[in-house]
C-alpha cells in the first residue's frame, strides 16, 4: 500500500470498510509518516472538537429566527478555524519588523570591553589536521 492522507481520513471519519482499516493498519505497522500523519490528524480533530459551541446570534441566516449552533455545520466551523489561523500567519509575516542590521563598529563600541578582557572571547586558531599535506 502506498502513502494515504485520503484513506487516513476516510478512517478518522469512521467510514473506512474492513478491508481498507485492515489495509491502513498493516501499512501504518510500517511506515513511521503515515503514523506521524494519522497522529498529527488526530491532533487537530480532538483540538477542533474541544472548541465551545457558539450560538449564532439572531438574524446571521435570513430568513431564520432562530439562531443555529455552528456543530450542525462543522466544515464550516473548520474553514473559519483555517482562514483565522492564515490570517493570523499573514498579519505576523506583513507586520513583523525586518531584523536590525548590526555593523562591527556597533558589537565593537558595545560589546569591545568585555571582549578584550573575556578570554572566551579571543581569536580562535585553527591548526590543519596532522595526515594533510601543506599546500604548494
Do not use: W
Not at 503515515?34 to 438574524?59: I, K, M
Not at 565593537?108 to 590543519?128: E, T
Amino acid at each position: 500500500m502506498r502513502h494515504s492522507s485520503e484513506l487516513i481520513s476516510v478512517y478518522l471519519d469512521g467510514e473506512a470498510s474492513v478491508a481498507e482499516r485492515l489495509s491502513l493498519h498493516e501499512h501504518l505497522a510500517e511506515c513511521e509518516r503515515c503514523r506521524r500523519e494519522l497522529h498529527e490528524l488526530q491532533y487537530v480533530r480532538t483540538a477542533v472538537r474541544s472548541l465551545r459551541v457558539l450560538d449564532l446570534p439572531l438574524g446571521v441566516i435570513p430568513g431564520s429566527g432562530a439562531a443555529t449552533p455552528l456543530r450542525k455545520n462543522r466544515g464550516f466551523l473548520v474553514g473559519v478555524a483555517a482562514a483565522a489561523a492564515a490570517l493570523v500567519i499573514a498579519a505576523a509575516a506583513l507586520l513583523t519588523p525586518p531584523p536590525a542590521t548590526v555593523s562591527v563598529q556597533d558589537l565593537s563600541s558595545r560589546f569591545g570591553a568585555r571582549v578584550s578582557s573575556d578570554p572566551a572571547f579571543s581569536p580562535v586558531k585553527v591548526a590543519p589536521p596532522a595526515f594533510m599535506a601543506p599546500a604548494e
